[in-house]
């Protein structure tokens, strides 16, 4: 009977933006990797993910994984609590395909690993560098071999203290500057982080649906029926859900086709069985990946890829440097693809690659 020896969290702060935040667990001389990123405030994730290591070191894995799942994710903590079992979930899974010598992917029955398209995220790191900035890194994220970005025009004036038409003009500026820039051929997403003030949604929806988009991401709340088919109706495709990990939730969001995407993130929605709950319960609608934030999450999403069929995207941070040498072996997007390998998700964070690690946990 195999059992956990151990469970470390720790974070390593990637960029003035992103701290990762792991979980690794040690089984029979093997480690697995989870990632729980952006689940709360760092201190406070860190304190609750050790504490549930701490009740799980020692049992076999799959008395493990179900006292994991008896863990309630409800309340004021819910969306802290289900990011926690996302990423022991998945360092569980993790560990188990390398136990069995297989990829993440075939262990969970979902075939070989295959190549995954990406799409830049351009404001994890560049948001708070200006317009000029992000059209400049948009251009470059092309030239390397991607053929979607994705830009956030409103968060940064917002947190600026910009409101009404000024964040309103400000943003679509930006998006046409970097519509523009790039060729017509590249899928431009935008998202609006329920920013845009109710009373300019209707503005700002026809505003972009000229600006051939591939998709408009959280321009309104799922749960307003209304403004979800208004923002539909305007010719937009509307994408939605990073932050729903409740697959009844998520199937009333696409119950009447007004979403075109659904964003899930791994971490966030509970690890891979909670990915494939959001996957069966969003019929229709094409399943993407969310996660601005790092590399082991976005090995996890890539292995995981075939849930949303040969239409998915998986979500990159780009220009986050740290990056290119905080796995061993080390993440390669080629073309703007990622092509996941074994056994488990393929790759390993830690010392052994030179990365200068904030470890909690470690006695």
């Not at 059992?3 to 720790?10: N, P």
């Not at 609750?48 to 409800?74: D, K, M, N």
């Amino acid at each position: 009977m195999v059992c956990l020896e151990s469970a470390v969290v720790w974070a390593h702060r990637a960029s003035p933006r992103s701290t990762w935040v792991m979980v690794e667990l040690v089984a029979e001389g093997l480690r697995g990797f989870g990632e729980l990123s952006d689940g709360g405030p760092v201190e406070a994730l860190v304190a609750a993910a050790r504490s549930i290591g701490s009740s799980v070191v020692g049992l076999p894995l799959e008395q493990a994984r179900a006292a994991l799942r008896l863990r309630s994710v409800t309340g004021a903590d819910a969306f802290l609590s289900s990011t926690i079992r996302g990423g022991y979930e998945s360092a569980l899974a993790d560990l188990a395909a390398r136990l069995q010598g297989q990829s993440l992917s075939a262990s969970l029955g979902l075939g070989d690993p295959r190549p995954v398209r990406l799409y830049a995220n351009l404001n994890r790191r560049y948001g708070g560098d200006g317009a000029e900035t992000i059209v400049a890194e948009a251009v470059y994220a092309v030239g390397n071999g991607f053929s979607a970005v994705k830009v956030a025009p409103f968060l940064d004036n917002h947190r600026r203290g910009m409101s009404g038409v000024r964040l309103v003009d400000a943003g679509l500026e930006l998006v046409v500057k970097v519509r523009e820039a790039v060729p017509g051929g590249i899928r431009l997403m935008v998202d609006c982080h329920h920013l845009v003030p109710a009373e300019f949604a209707a503005v700002v929806a026809r505003e972009l649906a000229a600006l051939d988009l591939y998709w408009v991401e959280d321009l309104v709340r799922v749960d307003d029926r209304a403004a979800l088919d208004a923002a539909a109706g305007s010719g937009l495709s509307l994408a939605a859900g990073e932050h729903i990990w409740q697959p009844a939730a998520a199937a009333a969001a696409c119950a009447d086709g007004a979403l075109r995407y659904w964003l899930v993130d791994p971490k966030h929605a509970g690890g891979p069985p909670g990915v494939a709950r959001i996957a069966e319960a969003i019929g229709d609608t094409q399943l993407t990946f969310h996660n601005p934030s790092g590399p082991v999450g976005t090995a996890h999403a890539a292995h995981l890829a075939a849930l949303g069929g040969t239409g998915t995207w998986l979500e990159y941070a780009w220009g986050e440097t740290d990056r290119l040498t905080f796995l061993d072996p080390p993440e390669v997007a080629t073309d703007g693809m990622l092509r996941p390998a074994g056994p488990g998700i393929g790759c390993s964070p830690g010392e052994a690659v030179g990365v200068e690690l904030t470890r909690v946990g470690e006695e």
